[in-house]
């Protein structure tokens, strides 16, 4: 039996992101990924690339691929298989590891919104397919950085605020001096 061992690149330290999109690698340029031809009758045609498009997310760390092993009602056999999910721990509620599932007809839409903006656009993505709005923190971050309307895309009241909000009112000042402090992750805000 013939073994092969993947060659594994070592990084430049001085560079660990070489294309600056916050991953590992070198991600295709969006032309590859989404482009056109003029066929013979005159009509443009669309294609969409998922493999590279999803190459893209994996290398800037914006999606993960795991089992569906929640599916508790379907066979052993199907819970074996990959799915993507897009990731967005902290952004509902804070110490909350979470991710949305992508479907494969999402995948475009997933793209595009990470190609608008590479540091929020998957989280906006997870915003409107969750249809709610992130933690107060948070919100304000994404609102400072003026490229997304959240207040437009009607999306519901984060319930995790509310419950902070009530929690806050029935026990007393904790939660109140930590958003008058910024109510942020450490690290967060530098985003």
């Known amino acids: 039996m013939l073994i092969i061992e ?15 999109d916050g991953g590992y690698g070198v991600a295709p340029e969006p032309k590859r ?18 493999e590279l498009a999803l190459a893209t997310l994996l290398l800037a760390e914006k999606v993960f691929l795991n089992s569906p092993w929640w599916k508790e009602a379907w066979p052993e056999e199907a819970r074996k298989s990959t799915c993507i999910l897009a990731a ?15 479907d494969r007809m999402e995948l475009e839409s997933l ?7 590479p540091t929020w656009g998957v989280v906006v993505w997870c915003l409107k397919k969750r249809r709610m709005l992130p933690q107060a923190p948070v919100r304000k971050i994404i609102e400072r950085e003026g490229i997304w ?3 437009g ?35 967060l ?3």
Not at 6 to 20: A, K, N, V
Not at 34 to 47: A, C, F, P, Y
Not at 168 to 178: I, L, T
């Open 33 to 50: 990924i989404l482009w056109s031809m003029k066929l013979g009758d005159g009509r443009q045609e669309v294609e969409f690339e998922q």
């Open 153 to 187: 895309m009607h999306l519901r009241a984060n319930s995790y605020d509310a419950l902070c909000s009530r929690w806050n009112a029935e026990r007393g000042q904790p939660v109140a001096d930590w958003e008058n402090e910024g109510g942020g992750n450490p690290g």
């Open 149 to 151: 309307d959240l207040q």
């Open 111 to 117: 793209w595009k919104h990470h190609t608008a903006d």
């Open 88 to 102: 967005c721990n902290d952004i509902f509620a804070w110490g909350c590891a979470d991710a949305e599932e992508v």
């Open 189 to 191: 805000e530098s985003l």
């Open 6 to 20: 993947p060659e594994i690149l070592p990084f430049d330290s001085d560079s660990p992101d070489p294309d600056g």
